[in-house]
């Protein structure tokens, strides 16, 4: 096992997810059903395989486009996303 790798992905997507709209929507859902349980591993198990459809979407996508490509356009989405939100499109 790679720790620093390890430790870095959870670093990242654990200040990345504070706060956000999956955290608001299982809060909500908590407090609705009062069922934590379910609800903890439907959520577990709905971000993990996001995470896996990611990884997997990631790797076909380097056996297309270099890395530093794929970088560039990520970071292009992430601004247009952004923008999209500030102009209230999304």
Known sequence: ??????LTTFAALFIAELGDKTQ???ITLTCNE???LPIFFGASIALATVTLL???GGEALLR???ADILRKLAAAAFVVLG???WFEVL
Do not use: E, S, T
């Open 1 to 6: 096992m790679d720790w620093r790798v390890f």
């Open 24 to 26: 608001l929507a299982v």
């Open 34 to 36: 009062h069922k934590p």
């Open 54 to 56: 990611g990884i997997l």
């Open 64 to 66: 297309v486009f270099p």
């Open 83 to 85: 923008l999209l939100m």
